[in-house]
């Protein structure tokens, strides 16, 4: 079974940094692509970034393209969202999520999130 738990989040100011972290049980890590996601008090659960399987490849959203960076350890069968220059609007509830091979689906299991919270 899948499991997923995020960590890293926290009230920060704008500018201030955060480096979230997810942990994966599992012994395959390492063939699932991984990503995060956000969802903002009112709006839609948003990607912000994925991770391919060997890492080699990485998807950025456009809203946060050159202020977050997505890494994984499959040897520690972790996934990191390092964001920088935080603002307000990426006030939200981060969750990081797995796509297992051998599904439709492109995610199939998700965390509970961690809150990040940024002031103005």
């Known amino acids: 079974q899948v499991q997923l738990v995020e960590s890293g989040g926290g009230l920060v100011q704008t500018g201030g940094s955060l480096r979230l972290s997810c942990a994966a049980s599992g012994r395959t890590f390492s063939t699932w692509m991984m990503g995060w996601f956000r969802q903002a008090p009112g709006k839609e659960r948003e990607i912000v970034a994925s991770?391919?399987?060997?890492?080699?490849?990485?998807y950025i959203a456009d809203s946060v393209k050159g202020r977050f960076t997505i890494s994984r350890d499959n040897a520690k069968n972790m996934v990191f969202l390092q964001m920088i220059n935080l603002t307000p609007e990426d006030t939200a509830i981060y969750s990081c999520?797995?796509?297992?091979?051998?599904?439709?689906?492109?995610?199939?299991?998700w965390g509970q999130g961690t809150q990040v919270t940024v002031s103005s």
């Open positions: 999520a797995a796509g297992v091979p051998g599904t439709d689906n492109t995610y199939d299991y």
């Open positions: 991770i391919s399987r060997s890492g080699g490849s990485t």
